[in-house]
């Protein structure tokens, strides 16, 4: 489902969202939206147990 919603990703802060996560409710980008799954990248490596993340810009310290 495509639903255009104005704001910025919660995952990476890009603006021209067009995504609602329908597990957990982020805005996010088509960049960190999974459409076959209706879900955002955060919950497909929930759900996944960690092995979807790849495309996610992630940061160690």
């Not at 489902?1 to 996560?21: A, F, N, Q, R, W």
């Not at 960049?31 to 790849?54: F, L």
Request: proline share 2%; with cysteine.
């Amino acid at each position: 489902m495509y639903m255009s919603v104005s704001g910025l990703c919660e995952i990476c802060g890009k603006p021209d969202i067009e995504h609602t996560c329908n597990r957990c409710g982020q805005l996010v980008c088509e960049r960190h939206y999974n459409a076959e799954m209706g879900v955002c990248v955060e919950c497909v490596s929930e759900i996944s147990g960690g092995t979807e993340r790849d495309d996610v810009d992630t940061y160690r310290f």
